[in-house]
């Protein structure tokens, strides 16, 4: 695909007052990426020439998109004096020929579903739905396959109510068309903004091709609110989790999963229900029991959960990590950690055992440190570890123990205890005599 044939052009700088969020819309997420990511992205498999169009929050927009991409050009609108679809045209320069206009809320689309407008050669090619229920959409007028005119549905006679084709939002222009008609675009209206589609009109009336480019409501749909969003991204987590099944990835009842666009499966791997996947998590040869939580860390060759949390920065190896077991930035090699316990900035070796109730304790209220296990080290039931410490290969830690020392010796036992103390008949005394007899 020659990537200079075309240019792609976002619009990106709308407050979304229906979102009821101080958030910029475009911000909000899918599947752990901004909206407007999704949508860059797309155009990037298509484009060498993207522009976005920003004006609401624009720092916060860009900063953002410039986690992800170097190579795209940010346009402020001018939205005093310029408001509207056509006014965020007024200052865009696309360097090819034909130019396709974006939503900025419309994260659904792909690459794919974009090819429509790729392949033919109209001065302006317009995307359209069919609805079975087209009411509160501007009705699309078509005759002998191209578009005659849009009319919105509060100006709309009878049979033009009756048309149920709409207007999908988005375009395809030869540039020659935008650069003739932006120009010429007038803000007398009710709203007193600037509409692109209102090229469509001029341009008709010139005798310039309209072809209209029937497209599927699920990539292109709008988000406008927070219902919206959820319905978005519930067919963003249906393309992921499909697209890994077919991989060869097993997952039990995938509708209760959450797996994040970035997240990687090779080889043999097996998520339970109710898990969630975020960030780069890498997840190799591995099994993730219900309910667990993995953000931004790797697993190969080894199973997690149920109910066990991995949080970012983790590398587990050969590992087996059972339920209720928290791992903040670590790496376990060869180790079980069977129940209930918190590892955090640490490194454990293989063969090591971590008894049930373990926690390293890595936070001294100022500062992290680390604490670092060798190989073949048991270590008993409610055991606390106080970093920074380095615990040897080979060394016992006795069950109910503190560790404080900053390093441990090869082949020894840790025990600390405090000695036990019987008191006889205290339960009675305490409670009286009553008691006894019961």
């Not at 405090?418 to 005394?429: A, G």
Request: hydrophobic share 40%.
């Amino acid at each position: 695909m020659n990537l200079s044939n075309i240019s792609i052009v976002i619009l990106a700088a709308g407050k979304g007052s229906r979102m009821k969020s101080n958030k910029a819309k475009v911000l909000h997420e899918i599947s752990g990426k901004p909206m407007l990511y999704h949508i860059i992205k797309a155009s990037k498999e298509l484009s060498n020439d993207v522009s976005v169009v920003i004006a609401h929050q624009k720092e916060k927009v860009q900063e953002s998109m410039q986690k992800y991409f170097d190579d795209i050009t940010f346009v402020e609108q001018d939205t005093t004096n310029f408001p509207g679809t056509g006014g965020a045209m007024k200052n865009v320069t696309p360097k090819n020929e034909k130019v396709l206009v974006l939503n900025g809320d419309m994260p659904l689309i792909s690459a794919e579903s974009l090819q429509g407008f790729l392949h033919n050669d109209a001065d302006i090619i317009m995307s359209i739905f069919d609805l079975e229920n087209p009411n509160g959409y501007g009705r699309v007028v078509i005759d002998k396959n191209e578009v005659q005119y849009i009319v919105e549905q509060k100006d709309a006679n009878q049979a033009e109510l009756n048309v149920t084709t709409v207007n999908a939002g988005i375009y395809a222009f030869k540039k020659s068309v935008l650069n003739t008609y932006i120009p010429q675009l007038s803000n007398d209206n009710a709203q007193q903004e600037y509409y692109l589609t209102d090229v469509i009109a001029m341009a008709k009336k010139d005798a310039l091709t309209i072809a209209p480019l029937l497209v599927d409501e699920e990539h292109f749909k709008g988000v406008n609110s927070k219902k919206d969003l959820a319905e978005s991204e519930m067919i963003m987590q249906e393309r992921i989790k499909t697209k890994w099944m077919e991989a060869g990835v097993i997952m039990q009842l995938p509708e209760t999963i959450y797996i994040e666009d970035d997240v990687v499966f090779e080889g043999e791997c097996r998520i339970e229900n109710g898990c969630r996947i975020t960030g780069n998590s890498q997840i190799i040869n591995s099994e993730i029991k219900a309910h667990s939580v993995v953000e931004d860390s790797i697993l190969k060759n080894s199973d997690v959960g149920p109910l066990a949390h991995i949080r970012p920065a983790s590398m587990i190896t050969d590992t087996h990590i059972g339920n209720f077991v928290e791992v903040k930035k670590s790496t376990l090699k060869g180790v079980k950690a069977g129940h209930l316990s918190y590892l955090g900035d640490s490194e454990i070796d293989e063969g090591t055992n971590i008894g049930a109730g373990t926690i390293t304790c890595n936070y001294d209220g100022v500062k992290k440190y680390k604490t670092k296990i060798g190989k073949n080290v048991f270590v008993g039931s409610d055991s606390q570890l106080v970093a920074p410490i380095t615990i040897a290969d080979d060394v016992m830690i006795a069950a109910g123990t503190t560790v404080t020392s900053g390093e441990i010796e090869s082949g020894n036992l840790v025990l600390s205890r405090t000695k036990i103390r019987l008191v006889k008949d205290f339960y009675y005394k305490f409670f009286g005599k009553i008691h006894k007899k019961i």
